[in-house]
């Protein structure tokens, strides 16, 4: 069992930075591929990065890449997504996930899932 707390959302102007953060309970941690995805309202929940267990390998959201970059400390337990450049059409609700297996863009993939955190970018 992983339970996932996400932080760091908040309001941005267009062009600004945020850093979300997750935390992570359970000692698998480091077993575990982790996902960030988003759902803007009145849209699907989308994906937007993802992070091996080892952290070696990542994977982004044409959308997001060259803007966002995922890491993870398995040390502290912890998968971060910092956001550059941001743009209104980044605003959503932002979920941390966590899957036993190979990580993916698929929402299906992951078994765990955070309360999410909002992210406002105004133009």
């Known amino acids: 069992q992983v339970q996932l707390v996400e932080s760091g959302g908040g309001l941005v102007q267009a062009g600004g930075s945020l850093r979300l953060s997750c935390a992570a309970s359970?000692?698998?941690?480091?077993?575990?591929?982790m996902g960030w995805f988003r759902q803007a309202p009145g849209k699907e929940r989308e994906f937007v990065a993802a992070i091996s267990w080892s952290g070696g390998s990542t994977l982004y959201a044409d959308s997001v890449k060259g803007r966002f970059t995922i890491s993870r400390d398995n040390a502290k337990n912890t998968v971060s997504l910092q956001m550059n450049s941001l743009k209104p059409e980044d605003t959503a609700v932002y979920y941390c996930?966590?899957?036993?297996?190979?990580?993916?863009?698929?929402?299906?993939?992951?078994?765990?899932w955070g309360q999410g955190t909002q992210v406002t970018v105004s133009s």
């Open positions: 996930a966590a899957g036993f297996g190979t990580f993916s863009s698929s929402s299906h993939a992951y078994d765990y």
């Open positions: 359970g000692r698998t941690f480091s077993t575990y591929a």
